[in-house]
Structure formats: structure tokens, C-alpha cells
């Protein structure tokens, strides 16, 4: 990985230019591998908006979590985000806009990473490098290699890496699973996915214009490739563009093909994928992801299908997304809201459970537990999120080649050659792709 004062040297600005700022009231400590429960697990947050502000603020409630420090590269976010946790802690957190300089610091254990998908990887890989645990965002990449290379560096560094797939740590999914283990629906022919969100649409095209004063653009892009600042592209948008991001199907796709994959124990490729999508919801859809999207992952005796749409209509089963698992004895169907069973004939009894609303606040205590217990199983292990993700990427990549698609994950590579290509992005210099020796 290149170092910050050789990245710094190419950019031709001086290591100054970091703006770390001292803890008040804090002290520092010395990196320490965890002996008992009662030692303070230190925790970076890479990324502020959104989730990964959500993540941290459900890790402080684990009151041996200590946030250290806070990086983003929009300095209004951090500013604001460092106010707000020294209300709520009474320490204001050291801030930084270059992560690298955060994987520096000797006394912090375990980083968040909530920023956009495109920077995953290469910010996990250095923190696993670094001795930091991580606590990283689904989809865990934004291609096929990348899953991969986060799968090798946690082995290499063997940290504990919990992958922001919440509903691995939920009740009654947990119930669900368990259902369908017993066998009761009988022969499952057919596992139906579905997500139908208005925000795939981007209706909102601005002109592109020079960066806020206030966002490092530059570190945003980090390894995409170089372009004009757009609003519409960026906080919060960027998943509708490929550069960053893969649309519904990487965004609510890994969370519910997940649910797919475990109900049904996949542990690794479809035998076939294939695909279509296109943005014919909203004729004005500025993303370049698709509005509209149909995937069919094929197996040997049954079918796992993806739909998406912009169009936000409750459908099927009054929601409007789910996971659907087709049996002869009858259909279990299952959302963040509820599981229910509708049943075929007189062998499954209806049924219909609820959540207990705990999956996020569960799935982020089981990081710490497993942090201070040095214990690799977490509820969401990197092998599962690059199963889920990698899914995700072949359903997205058959619909941009427009064919159907087979996948050889020992050999790395498709039957294709226009797929090929999207395997892997071409890092933008000076970042480079982590290969995991
Ligand atoms: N688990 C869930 O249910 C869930 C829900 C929403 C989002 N997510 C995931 O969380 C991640 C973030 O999504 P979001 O909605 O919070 O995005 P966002 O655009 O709202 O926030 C991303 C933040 O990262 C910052 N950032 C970008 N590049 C950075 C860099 N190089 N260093 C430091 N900070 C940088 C941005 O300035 C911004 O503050 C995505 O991977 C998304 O898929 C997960």
C-alpha cells in the first residue's frame, strides 16, 4: 500500500495538512490485545453521515467502547459529528480527512467503516494491515476482486471483521431459518427476492461544479476513476453510479439475498445468472444503475430470482420488499416487519412472528463481544458478506453485458469477455489495487 508520505509527495502537498485535534479530557493508551472484559475497546469511525454514525452511536452503548477519533473527508460532517459525540461522551474525538493517518494511531483497536462502497476494500485491507479489527459496510465491495482481497487480508491479519449485514443477527430471521431447516414447507422449487425503492430513481440533475470548500473531493473518489464534482453524484446518490456503487441490488440485495443464500445453505456460485434492467421507470432517471431489474441465480433443482423496481408499490404480499421461499407445503415469507407462513395444503400450519427490532443493536454488540473475545465467528463474517456481494456483482454484471453468465470462482472468470473486464476495477493512481500476497 502506498504511504501517506509518498501519496502526500505525488499530490505535492506538505503532511501538515492532516487536522487532527486533541482529545479534550482524554488520555492516551497503548494498543493492548483484549484479556478481559473489563478493558476499553477504542474505536475509530471512518465515514460519519449515515450508517456509519448509526453503527458507532449503537457501539457506544457498549460502555467499555471508547471512540477515539472520527475521519471524513467533508469537514462540515466531521465537525458536526465531533460536536455531537462530545455532547453525548464529554470527550471530543480527535478528527482526521485521511484515514491512513487514523490506522497510524497505536491505541485504536477497531475502526467503523461507513464510507461509500468503492473505498471499502481498500480501507479494510489497511486497517486488517494495521492490527485494527473492522466493523465494515455491506456490500462489502464494489466488485468481485475486491470481496476476495478483504476475505485474504482478514485471514492474513487475523482480525475480527463483522460485515454490516444487521439481519444476521435478528430474532426472528433467526426463527425463520430454523423453520425452514425443519423442512416443514416441503420441496423449496423457487426463493423470490424483491426491493422496490423510489431512491434508485435520480431525478435531480445538477450541473457538474467545483467541489464545496469543505469536501476533499479527491480523497472521495480515492481509487475511481477522476471526474467532475456533481451533487447528484455524491453523499448518499453515489450508489446509483457504477463507479461506487451497484443500485438496489447491491444496496437491499445483499441484505435480502443473504436471507436467500442462508435459507437455502449456499456456500458458494450459482451454477448460471442471468439478467436484464434498464431504467424505464422514470424516463428522466439520471443513475446508471437500473430502476427496473430482473436476476435469476440458477442452481440444480430450484431457482433464486431478484426483482427490482422504482416504483414503490407494495407488492407482492402487501411489501414492497422481501424474500419469498416457495414450497410444496406452502410459502414462508419474510421481511424486516415479520416472517409468516401461507400454507399449500393441510400439512403446514399458518403462521405469522415478529420481530424483536434488535437486529442492528445485536449485530454491533456481537462485534465487541467478539473483539474482546478474539473470536473470528462473528454473526457477520467476511466470508458471508463477500458470498452475498459477489451474488450481487454477477446479477449486475450478466444485466450490463446482457448475457446470461457462468462464474468460475476457483479460476476467477466468466465464460465472457466482456465480464471479464468487470471483475476488477483499474485502480486510479496513485491508489493501488491490494493484492493479498
Ligand atoms: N447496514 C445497513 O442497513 C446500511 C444502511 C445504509 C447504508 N449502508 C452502507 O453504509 C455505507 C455508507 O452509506 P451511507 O448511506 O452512510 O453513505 P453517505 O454518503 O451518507 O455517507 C458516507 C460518508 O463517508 C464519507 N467518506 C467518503 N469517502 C471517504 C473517505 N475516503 N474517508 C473518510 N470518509 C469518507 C462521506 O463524506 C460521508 O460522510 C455504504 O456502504 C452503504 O451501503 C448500510
Redesign the pocket.
Known amino acids: 500500500m502506498i504511504s501517506r508520505r509518498d501519496f502526500l509527495k505525488t499530490l505535492g502537498v506538505a503532511a501538515a495538512s492532516s487536522v487532527a485535534v486533541p482529545v479534550i479530557g482524554g488520555t492516551r493508551h497503548s494498543f493492548s490485545r483484549w484479556a478481559g472484559a473489563s478493558d476499553k475497546i477504542r474505536v475509530a469511525l ?7 454514525w448509526y453503527n458507532l452511536t449503537d457501539s457506544l452503548r457498549d460502555k467499555s467502547v471508547e471512540c477515539v477519533a472520527l ?4 469537514r462540515n ?1 466531521l465537525e458536526s459529528r465531533a460536536a455531537e459525540l462530545q455532547k453525548m461522551t464529554g470527550f471530543r474525538p480527535y478528527i482526521y ?1 485521511d ?1 491512513r493517518e487514523v490506522l497510524e494511531r497505536q491505541d485504536i483497536d477497531a475502526v467503523i467503516i ?4 468503492h ?2 476494500c481498500l ?1 479494510m485491507v489497511d486497517a486488517c494491515s494495521a492490527g485494527k479489527h473492522v466493523y465494515v ?3 462489502i465491495a464494489n466488485s468481485i476482486a475486491e470481496c476476495d482481497a478483504m476475505v485474504a487480508a482478514a485471514r492474513k491479519w487475523g482480525r475480527v471483521v463483522q460485515v ?3 439481519q444476521r443477527s435478528g430474532n426472528h430471521w433467526h426463527e425463520m431459518k430454523q423453520y425452514i431447516d425443519s423442512g416443514k414447507l416441503g420441496k423449496i422449487s423457487h426463493v423470490n427476492v424483491w426491493a422496490n425503492f423510489g431512491y434508485c430513481n435520480i431525478t435531480n440533475p445538477a450541473q457538474d461544479s467545483t467541489p464545496p470548500a469543505h469536501v476533499d473531493f479527491d ?2 473518489l ?1 481509487p475511481a476513476p477522476a471526474r467532475t464534482f456533481n451533487e447528484a453524484r455524491f ?2 446518490s ?2 446509483m453510479f457504477w463507479d461506487y ?1 451497484g443500485g438496489l441490488l447491491t ?1 437491499w440485495g445483499v ?1 435480502l439475498l443473504d436471507m436467500a443464500l442462508w435459507g437455502m445453505n449456499v456456500k458458494g456460485m450459482p451454477k448460471r445468472v442471468v439478467a436484464t434492467g434498464g431504467n424505464f421507470a422514470f424516463s428522466e432517471n439520471r443513475a446508471e444503475t437500473f430502476d427496473t431489474m430482473q436476476v435469476a441465480y440458477e442452481f440444480d433443482d430450484y431457482l433464486i430470482h431478484w426483482s427490482n423496481s422504482a416504483i414503490e408499490s407494495n407488492r407482492p404480499y402487501g411489501r414492497n420488499y422481501g424474500v419469498e421461499f416457495v414450497g410444496q407445503n406452502g410459502t414462508l415469507v419474510a421481511n424486516r416487519e415479520s416472517w409468516e407462513v401461507y400454507p399449500a395444503n393441510n400439512s403446514v400450519e399458518a403462521i405469522k412472528r415478529l420481530p424483536d427490532g434488535k437486529d442492528h443493536e445485536n449485530h454491533v454488540a456481537n462485534f465487541y463481544r467478539c473483539v474482546r473475545q478474539q473470536d473470528a465467528a462473528t454473526a457477520c463474517p467476511i466470508d458471508n458478506g463477500a458470498l452475498c456481494a459477489k451474488y450481487a456483482h454477477l446479477g449486475n454484471i450478466s444485466a450490463r453485458v446482457g448475457e446470461s453468465l457462468v462464474f468460475d470462482d476457483e479460476r476467477k472468470k466468466f465464460n465472457n469477455k466482456a465480464a471479464n473486464e468487470l471483475i476488477k476495477p483499474d485502480y486510479r493512481k496513485p491508489w493501488r489495487f491490494p493484492e493479498i500476497k
Open positions: 471512518i465515514g460519519c453521515r449515515s450508517m456509519g475521519c471524513d473527508i467533508d460532517i480527512n484515514y461507513g464510507t461509500p462502497d473505498w471499502h480501507q459496510e455491506k456490500p454490516g449485514q444487521q480523497m472521495w480515492g453523499h448518499g453515489w450508489r456503487g444496496d441484505h
